[in-house]
């Protein structure tokens, strides 16, 4: 039961990096309650896992219907409860998977080979499976949301574990970031408006959009196909863009605007009930040496106030920090060192060595210089780092692990509370499973007095 409980993010990496396309002539191998399981479902992430370098195993196929069907119940469990997720939870959510993606892939041009189409086109597939994933992981989180493990159930979960089992932990450290990226000034983003501008006016007069899109766009993903975006609905793109669409008639073209982006001008080609089809041209504002200048300028000031105890580290960050990931955390950069729990001790082995490079020969509590960056995406800035805390490698011991065997204490805990439901939940849900999956070990548990 461990494993369909905890394992549903894995399930979602699986079904983000898979090709989103769904046969319509498809054998049903489950059902439950309302829902029905497509064998192409089971199939494609099957095929995701064979494309990963694994090997063979049909095994694996009991596995992922588990998951599926683990998924399943919690949506139920979900709209009945009328649980929901906003739109800006599922955009942040694809935009952060589609990162990791491209970060696995070595760059969007070599993901977007192996998913044969567009980020943006695969983002628009991917989404409404997102806003059910994050669904049913609400709902899931709800059920457990008031267990919470005493010191006593942690000394008693430590005391479980045979001495000659506990583990041994390596050197760790606690980082904390800053991250700053250059601002341009109107000038110097005006540049870049008549530049876009002079080449929507080249398409008013009559040049082809298409190949313009070719040749000028900045959008690596829509450029090859002459800006094409394909159909979309309201909930994918930024809400500057989704506004300009949504505003136009087919055969329209607007004028230019700006997003997170960059600057767009886009022509609406086709319009279907709520859903729109667009090509657009982007271009993407160019750092300056002096917008550079003036972020490290920037960075050295809040080095200075930070030393001089003008400002805490983790009030600076939560000022000034531009990462989404860090900001809000008191700046302190977060490790997933499992699917199901995140932390913010990070082995030094684990640590970017970029980062690690400026850590190496800090002190605790040290507070490093403006740092340069540049992204793999092209973006550069500065970033301020702090060595909040460095654990010697050690014999795992309560003193020095709380935190750690307190989520494995959590973790346990929670998989009990969770094991009851489902297992309430399969008593009082109508579930039907295939021939084919009968014999699966993983299916015991969901046709067991049926």
Not at 17 to 37: M, R
Not at 380 to 398: M, R, S, V
Request: with cysteine.
């Amino acid at each position: 039961m461990k494993k369909i409980l905890f394992t549903l993010a894995g399930l979602f990496c699986l079904v983000l990096t898979a090709q989103a396309q769904k046969k319509v002539v498809d054998k049903i191998v489950a059902k439950i309650g309302d829902n029905l399981v497509l064998l192409s479902d089971v199939n494609q992430q099957y095929s995701m896992y064979l494309s990963q370098g694994n090997a063979p195993d049909e095994k694996v196929k009991c596995y992922i219907l588990q998951q599926i069907l683990s998924q399943k119940l919690l949506k139920q469990q979900a709209e009945i409860d009328s649980i929901e997720v906003d739109d800006s939870q599922v955009t942040d959510e694809v935009e952060r998977r589609m990162r990791y993606q491209m970060q696995r892939m070595g760059g969007q041009e070599n993901l977007e080979k192996m998913l044969n189409k567009s980020v943006l086109q695969y983002k628009e597939e991917i989404r409404p499976d997102i806003k059910e994933q994050l669904r049913s992981n609400k709902m899931q989180a709800k059920i457990t949301e008031n267990l919470n493990v005493t010191p006593n159930e942690v000394k008693k979960y430590f005391e479980s574990i045979k001495k000659d089992s506990l583990p041994d932990i390596g050197a760790e450290v606690e980082i904390g970031e800053i991250v700053l990226y250059p601002k341009l000034t109107k000038a110097e983003k005006q540049k870049i408006r008549d530049k876009i501008e002079a080449l929507r006016l080249r398409v008013k007069s009559g040049e082809d959009f298409s190949f313009l899109a070719k040749t000028y766009s900045e959008d690596p993903g829509s450029a090859p196909e002459g800006g094409d975006l394909g159909f979309f609905d309201r909930t994918v793109m930024a809400k500057e863009f989704t506004a300009m669409a949504f505003k136009l008639k087919a055969g329209d073209i607007s004028p230019v605007f700006e997003t997170e982006f960059g600057f767009h001008f886009l022509e609406v080609l086709e319009r279907r009930g709520e859903q729109v089809h667009v090509r657009h041209l982007l271009l993407r504002p160019q750092n300056t040496v002096a917008s550079l200048e003036r972020v490290k300028l920037q960075a050295d000031s809040l080095v200075k106030k930070i030393n001089d105890k003008q400002l805490t580290f983790p009030v600076a960050a939560a000022s000034y920090s531009e990462s989404k990931d860090s900001k809000f955390n008191g700046g302190i950069m977060l490790f997933a060192d499992n699917v199901t729990a995140r932390t913010t001790f990070i082995p030094v082995d684990k640590v970017d060595p970029k980062v690690f490079a400026v850590i190496d020969t800090m002190k605790v509590g040290d507070i490093s210089k403006a740092t340069p960056f540049r992204e793999d995406n092209g973006k550069e800035g500065y970033k301020i780092f702090w060595l909040k805390d460095k654990i010697a490698p050690h014999k795992a011991n309560l003193d020095q692990d709380f935190p750690k065997f307190r989520e494995k204490a959590q973790q346990e805990k929670n998989e009990k509370a969770l094991s009851i439901w489902f297992e309430k939940r399969r008593e009082t849900t109508s579930i039907t499973i295939d021939e084919e999956f009968l014999s699966c070990d993983e299916m015991k548990v969901w046709i067991k007095n049926k």
